[in-house]
């Protein structure tokens, strides 16, 4: 028998491992299973080129559970080890000092597993005690036995092992029992190894059985992983249907994948996978983790951002790359220059194979465009280089439900959409339904409008009118249509501004009060054959309250209130009428008022020039006390007229009719001021 210490400079590296080095505790199966595997490859690795001779055998490697004896068994048939091997990978942990090692890597620990060969030391995360029952490959060679209790004292003794390979017996230690549930184990081998090279068997198959009435094992063993995923195979050998079959083996519960890009490169560093694209449309962030990423076909991690563009973090799939270490921390992912390699050309292919479906089959490509969209929007607006590769096949629909590509509709509207500056108006709009009406007062000007209804569009716009030349995005209701793409000074009113005050004063008087909403009237000369009243909303505020979603330190524009213009249309009968009535009925009353608001506002008017001749700290407290005085008397003949226009207007059936259909045509009128509209309607009619 031969003993010994553990090959390190202190006692203190089994604590070190266990509470320190893996912050996971359940890798350790993971480890155990791959360095079953890697051994079991390397002995095929020596049948291919003829060191080894003998019968290759069942290769799988077997997981069992034993809760009498505490234990975990993993066991191969590879290549199995000597005792000098033992003590040269097992006993020698070559470090130059265990506490130089903690002060190198206390930031990012788990690093160091793969880079010094500790995979095997996870066992004792969750192990009192450690055997390794083992016998070389090599002609003539004898079993061993190496065992350790977690101290740097261990064991070497002859053994009793006919066949070749290795079995890693784990006593676990008492606060990790979980680990001895059949169904643990069983997840975390389908979570780490459910594609490892070669066949891992937990256990035996299950049937029900009719005479015991439950389900009972069989002689066939339970293999839980698949060898040859389909990630290793030609693309030139696979049909659609293994691609569709793969995605519903990864994602049981989604849907069928848009399309999906299989990736196979071996240099300049070596990457397979398949990336699918699924069928969003919204829940961003729900649909995050859903890339897997592998070493040698051993999971390692599904927060592939790093490896991954933030865009493409929306698809699902499989990446498998030996370059990237199988254990690392996301600190390491993000600053690495291979992993930054890695994603760039993620990119490049992802683009690449948009292209290529486009032109292939751009009807296809129409019809999931809908779906797809969101990536390339993420990608515009969240990749600076993609919108280089993305402006070649993203597209816009048009309200008619028409595609274009960019620069497809850029032609499309040069000729009608400039405004009097040379600016290309693009118009778009939110809801087909919705702005109906602003739609077609467009299309009756011979102009395209744009439908712009996915979740990201409108914060891509802001990306879009930074690329394109001359150009800018306006809703088809954040002004009348004359104003949303000027082509000649605007007409003037035919009203002096005393009317337009007063027929302002009318309405603005009978707008309802909503919460976190403001309303401000205007009037326009709009032709008699427009609308009455018509309500926009600001492109610009709109568009920064949307944005408010998305983007953080913009919550101000969200806490904001929604600001609607009400435009007064001069030129319409019923407006006129409105202004008429409004005068007859109101010029009595306001005679004496507006005499006495004139005569106070010269009076005002003399006081500001005679005190704009003083500085300020010149000014007596008389003077401004008389301005003070003056100011109140203006304000109080000003609020006298308003008060007359607004109980003239109260009783003003065509003012609330006019104000409720335009609020209706915007979704804005409901419940009670609905129901009132409904009977005034009809009181109307009579």
């Not at 066991?75 to 506490?99: C, H, L, P, W």
């Not at 001021?673 to 009181?683: C, E, I, Q, Y």
């Amino acid at each position: 028998m031969q003993k010994g210490n553990i090959g390190v400079t202190t006692e203190n590296i089994f604590p070190v491992i266990k509470k320190f080095l893996y912050s996971d505790h359940e890798i350790f199966l993971r480890e155990m299973v791959s360095n079953a595997v890697d051994a079991t490859q390397k002995l095929k690795t020596l049948a291919q080129q003829g060191e080894f001779k003998g019968e290759m055998g069942d290769l799988t490697v077997h997981v069992s559970l034993d809760k009498d004896k505490g234990t975990i068994t993993i066991s191969d048939r590879g290549i199995g080890m000597t005792a000098e091997e033992i003590d040269k990978y097992i006993n020698q942990i070559a470090f130059s000092g265990v506490n130089d090692f903690l002060e190198k890597y206390k930031d990012n620990a788990n690093n160091i597993i793969g880079h010094f060969g500790l995979g095997f030391y996870s066992s004792f995360m969750v192990s009192k005690k450690v055997e390794i029952v083992t016998r070389s490959y090599k002609e003539g060679a004898k079993a061993v036995k190496w065992s350790c209790d977690g101290s740097p004292a261990y064991e070497i003794d002859d053994a009793e092992k006919e066949d070749r390979g290795s079995d890693i017996i784990l006593y676990l230690d008492d606060d990790c029992k979980e680990f001895l549930e059949k169904e643990k184990i069983q997840q975390l081998l389908t979570k780490y190894c459910k594609f490892m090279a070669v066949p891992v068997a937990f256990g035996k198959k299950q049937e029900w059985s009719s005479e015991k009435k439950e389900m009972v094992d069989t002689a066939e063993d339970n293999v839980i992983n698949d060898s040859e995923p389909l990630w290793t195979k030609a693309p030139s050998s696979l049909k659609d249907e293994d691609y569709t079959k793969f995605y519903r083996t990864l994602y049981p519960m989604s849907d069928e994948p848009m399309f999906w890009i299989h990736l196979n490169v071996d240099y300049p560093f070596n990457l397979t996978g398949i990336l699918y694209f699924p069928r969003i449309k919204s829940n961003i962030d729900l649909q995050r983790n859903k890339i897997q990423l592998y070493c040698n076909q051993v999971f390692v991690t599904d927060q592939v951002e790093g490896i991954v563009p933030e865009f493409l973090t929306l698809l699902h799939g499989v990446i498998d790359s030996p370059d990237i270490p199988l254990n690392v921390s996301r600190s390491y992912l993000q600053s690495d220059r291979e992993v930054k390699k890695i994603s760039t050309y993620i990119t490049k292919k992802v683009a690449d194979r948009l292209q290529a479906i486009f032109k292939e089959d751009r009807k296809q490509y129409e019809e999931k465009w809908d779906d797809l969209k969101l990536f390339i929007n993420y990608g515009i607006l969240s990749e600076e280089s993609f919108y280089d590769r993305a402006k070649e096949f993203a597209l816009f629909k048009d309200t008619e439900g028409k595609y274009f590509t960019f620069d497809e509709y850029k032609t499309l509207i040069e000729g009608a959409q400039k405004d009097k500056d040379g600016n290309l108006v693009y118009l778009y709009a939110t809801d087909k339904d919705e702005q109906y009406s602003y739609i077609q007062a467009a299309k009756d000007k011979g102009y395209s409008v744009l439908l712009l209804d996915g979740q990201l569009d409108v914060p891509t716009i802001q990306t879009l009118e930074q690329k394109f030349e001359k150009s800018r995005f306006t809703r088809v209701d954040a002004d009348i249509i004359d104003r949303l793409i000027v082509k000649e000074d605007a007409k003037k009113s035919d009203l002096s501004q005393e009317q337009s005050d007063n027929l302002s004063a009318v309405f603005r008087s009978q707008m309802p009060k909503m919460d976190k909403t403001e309303f401000m009237v205007q009037v326009d000369a709009l032709g008699a054959e427009a609308r009455p009243v018509i309500i926009t909303q600001n492109e610009w505020m709109r568009r920064m309250k949307e944005m408010s979603r998305f983007q953080q330190g913009m919550n101000f524009y969200g806490q904001m209130p929604d600001s609607f213009n009400i435009v007064l249309n001069s030129d319409h009968p019923l407006v006129k009428r409105v202004l008429t009535d409004s005068e007859s009925a109101t010029a009595e009353t306001l005679k004496p008022i507006d005499a006495e608001l004139k005569g106070q506002e010269a009076r005002l008017a003399a006081i500001q020039q005679q005190q704009d001749k003083k500085k300020y700290d010149e000014l007596t407290q008389d003077d401004k006390d008389m301005k003070a005085e003056c100011e109140k008397a203006v304000q109080e003949q000003k609020d006298k007229k308003q008060a007359v226009l607004a109980d003239y207007a109260k009783g003003n059936d065509i003012v609330h009719q006019l104000i409720d259909l335009a609020l209706l045509q915007n979704g804005m009128l409901k419940g009670e001021a609905l129901d009132k509209f409904l009977k005034r309607s009809v009181d109307l009619i009579k």
